[in-house]
């Protein structure tokens, strides 16, 4: 008998309709997945009537966590005047107003509707300004469901290749052709990675980098691997193109303010849309050019029937607007509370283990070995046991983390979530021989 029967019961009709009963791989786990029925404010709960705190906000795009009065209201006038229209819409002007006047790099922008899409646009931009084929990108790092984004996600050391990075297909059915079109560089290795971007350069549209790649180990990236990409870019004309669908919460700015960078193009998504599905590209106006229907020929022609449909514009600029340089500051504060918390619990019961991550979000690994990049990251079997026993026993006890164990705060969190938090890691710290063993 399952410790969630309503779960259970929602799962077996999802499985005649869905295959595996699923259309979202980060929400699936065995044996079902957990059924939402609401969230307010830093709190979910399931279809069994079980509140947790949650630390994952879905996939860090809830940076107010669930059901904001303020954006509530903003969606709902919006409502009653229509969801979306064969029109442009003021809506649309003032996100990007907002957008534009955040961070210096981004003069001119986009909407699209998720951050997937979001890469591939800025992806495809960097291709048409350029008029080169390939892209650069770190192994290990995600950046959504574009083909090429994808290559090398998920290498590992019987697919990575002996030398540098081999471009490894993600999804079966992935063209060679995609492969052949991605350069692969390890992530903080500035040496090694400036090498293999030289010597494609002739070919290479751009590089695209995630400063704190997520799926990578949550590692920001070093001062001199940034000051490469900037070397290699002053050098060779190769665009940077960032991902910070999720690193733009770091700072007001996005976390390439804390580098002193300024990406040619930036991908945008999560927090911007407020709770609702969104994605923006951003850039220079000069490369952003390439989307300017003006021409006789765009060389980018880009459309969608949802793009920066009003409701999630006045989402995002609600949630945008709250999202102060002060709040920022105040979760960065609680972030590095969380971190020396949970670095100072695994030291006291002396178990392997550290905590990457910045500002709001932060990253529990179990071993102790150096980590600099994807593969440094990547965890024994007996570990993922153990982070799995500690993410289990937390769910069962109030807090939804997510199964790699990266954490975000939102804004309704203070003092008293980060210690309750840190409090029932620690006993799941003492629970763990216990739940790796533990079936659902
Ligand atoms: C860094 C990064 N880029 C891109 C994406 C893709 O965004 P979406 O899920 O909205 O397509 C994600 C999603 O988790 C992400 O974490």
Known sequence: ?????????????????????NTRVTVYMKPHPYYADHGQGCRITDVDG???????????????????????????????????????????????????AR??????????????????????????????????????SYHGSYDFAEVSLDSTPA??????????????GTPQSVLDEVVVIPFNKPKEAERILRAHTKELACVLV????????????????VEMLKRVREDTGMLIVLDEVITLRLAYEGAQSLYDLRADLTALGKIIGGGFPVGAVAGSAAVMAVFDPRQDKTPLPH?????????????????????????????????????????AAMKSVGMAGQVTGLG?????????????????????????????????????????????GVCSLSTPMGDAEIDAFLDCFKDALAAVPDQTQAAD
């Open 360 to 404: 709001s979000l932060f990253r529990i690994h179990v071993h102790d070995r150096p980590l600099s990049d994807y593969r440094s990251m990547l965890m024994m079997a007996d570990e993922k046991a153990i982070l799995a026993g500690i993410v289990g026993y937390m769910r069962d006890h109030g807090f939804f983390v997510n199964e790699r």
């Open 1 to 21: 008998m399952s410790k969630r029967p309503i779960s259970a019961e929602l799962y077996e009709r999802a499985k005649a309709v869905m295959p595996g009963g």
């Open 210 to 225: 995630d400063l704190m790649p997520n799926r990578g180990g949550l590692i920001p990236a070093t001062p001199d691997f």
């Open 159 to 172: 697919t990575w290749g002996n030398a540098e990075p081999k471009s490894v297909a993600y999804a079966s």
């Open 103 to 140: 961070a210096p790099s981004f003069n001119h922008v986009r909407f699209c509707n998720s951050g997937s899409e979001a890469v591939m646009f800025a992806l495809k931009a960097a291709r048409a300004h350029t008029g080169k084929p390939k892209i650069a990108k770190c192994e290990g």
């Open 303 to 343: 459309s969608g029937t949802f793009n920066a449909n009003p409701v999630t514009m006045v989402a995002g600029l609600t949630a945008m607007r709250l999202l102060t340089r002060d709040e920022i500051t105040r979760l960065g504060k609680l972030g590095d509370k969380a971190r020396t918390g949970v670095a």
């Open 50 to 100: 079980i509140e947790r705190l949650d630390f994952t906000n879905n996939y860090n795009s809830l940076i107010h966590g669930h059901a904001h009065p303020d954006v509530i209201a903003a969606v709902g006038a919006q409502l009653q005047r229509g969801s979306a229209f064969p029109m442009a819409s003021e809506t649309e002007i003032d996100l990007a107003e907002h957008l534009c």
